[in-house]
């Protein structure tokens, strides 16, 4: 039976595992490519605005279109990179071709 780590080994684990994020979230803002907690909210938004463009009373009932909700998401990180510039942030600039190619993996879609 292994013994416990001491709490300053499991500090020291944390930190190295908050810097290896962090570098892994530069090198995807880099190359415009969004992370997947960035890409899994712009994705139920953008179901969320297609379901509220149907008609009242019929919003459950109407088909989704996939692509429509594919473009919708990739709308939906646009505003994302606006909003955060208009702020004063640090935006992310995405590449059309890194986010088609992270909402076909996100998804589970060839291209």
Known sequence: MSQPLPAYATAKDRLANRKAQAATRERR???GRPDPATLDRAIADAVRDCLAAAPSG???ATP???ERIIR???VELLRRSHRAMEAGK??????PEAVAAAL????GLEI
């Open 58 to 60: 019929r919003r459950l």
């Open 29 to 31: 803002a880099e190359a």
């Open 90 to 95: 640090l935006a992310v600039i995405y590449k």
């Open 64 to 66: 989704l279109d996939p």
């Open 104 to 107: 076909a993996n996100r998804l």
């Open 72 to 74: 919708a998401a990739a």
